[in-house]
């Protein structure tokens, strides 16, 4: 299965030019605007995007707006919010991974990744249990932040795997102890949030895509599903239906709520299915989204929404589901958004989505009504 990232197949890597030891700048917005609080919802329909120093908003349709990044961060593949004001999103810049933090915010700072590292690292996806803890995946391993994003540090790795510097292309935190990674080698687990991280030798798990936990639960899928109901420390096959083959995007809810989104060229790999009871047994959607799926979000058990692009992949699309996953509809998308590559939600109707373009963070509060 490709990867969606730069480097190709999953399992390849990238040139690495390491031994070189910097503290990396990258970029955090801190701050909210006419957000009014957590609850204060109603005023951020009227916020107008910042201008950043090197120039100024994409022009948006009605129902969007947009944050341009600074021009050295080249595109964005994940986010994570541990509340509406407090967002983390990662990606690639022009010399090494890219970090903005905060939701509408204006104030820009720069943070360090520390260590040695490569010019060429990116990281892939970002999982937040608190406002200040993160934990990124990168294709050097995972990264952790204890600070709220200003600062990253390359998390404890067993000696022998950490000489090869796994490759990681998802994580997902169930609480602020309990962490999970999927990536080449396999799949990780963290007890300890995201500082030490031990690989799963019992779970033959290579190579896959994305990962959800919440609660007792996590779902990790690559074509197929894996379901753990035990916070990710032992795992079995998900059955899911027949016809759904090409899964790359997960989310749960809760422990017995998650759903599983496909992207592809045929209609088996477009489907999607949802579960009510932990994995155990699974539905599959009437009306999947449609086009390259690359992400999906599920605040409440009803609400979900799904990013990626349409079939040319040429244009960022978001999708929503209202009944669990049953059925999904098209968002009206926004202008300057190439691609979505993440997207999450911290409630039923405020969200961030994030990819590639000439602006790079999107966010609503109405879900998806209108954008900012």
Request: charged content about 10%; hydrophobic content about 40%.
């Amino acid at each position: 299965m490709a990867r969606r990232h730069r480097w190709g197949v999953i399992g390849m890597r990238a040139p690495a030019l390491y031994g070189l030891r910097l503290w990396l700048s990258v970029f955090l917005v801190l701050g909210v605007t006419g957000c009014g609080g957590a609850s204060g919802l109603s005023n951020a329909a009227t916020t107008q995007p910042s201008v950043a120093s090197h120039g100024s908003p994409v022009p948006a349709p009605v129902g969007w707006s947009s944050k341009v990044m600074p021009a050295r961060v080249r595109l964005l593949d994940g986010v994570s919010c541990a509340t509406v004001s407090a967002c983390v999103a990662v990606g690639a810049g022009a010399a090494g991974p890219a970090v903005v933090v905060g939701l509408g915010g204006s104030a820009w700072r720069t943070g360090s990744v520390r260590g040695e590292i490569s010019l060429l690292l990116d990281f892939y996806s970002v999982s937040c249990p608190s406002t200040s803890r993160c934990i990124a995946a990168s294709d050097g391993g995972p990264y952790l932040t204890t600070d709220a994003g200003r600062t990253w540090v390359l998390a404890k790795l067993p000696a022998d795997i950490a000489r090869n510097e796994p490759a990681l292309n998802a994580v997902s935190c169930a609480s602020v102890s309990i962490c999970v990674a999927v990536g080449d080698l396999g799949i990780f687990r963290s007890a300890d949030g995201g500082g030490t991280w031990a690989l799963l030798t019992s779970v033959n798990a290579p190579a896959e895509r994305a990962i959800s936990c919440s609660g007792s639960t996590c779902l990790a899928v690559a074509g197929q599903a894996l379901v753990s109901n035990d916070g990710g420390a032992s795992w079995q096959s998900g059955v899911t239906p027949t016809g759904v083959s090409g899964l790359v995007a997960a989310s749960c809810a809760s422990s017995s709520v998650c759903v599983a989104v496909g992207s592809g060229s045929t209609t088996a790999e477009e489907g999607a299915t949802f579960t009510s009871d932990g994995g155990r047994s699974w539905t599959a959607s009437s009306t999947p989204p449609h086009g390259v799926v690359d992400a999906v979000a599920c605040p409440t058990a009803n609400s979900c929404f799904a990013s990626g692009a349409n079939s040319a992949g040429g244009s960022g699309e978001v999708f929503r589901t209202s009944d669990g996953g049953r059925s999904w509809s098209s968002v009206t998308p926004p202008l300057g958004a190439e691609r979505l590559y993440g997207i999450d939600c911290v409630t039923d109707r405020a969200c961030v989505a994030v990819g590639k373009g000439l602006s790079q963070v999107f966010f609503t509060l109405d879900a998806g009504t209108t954008w900012h």
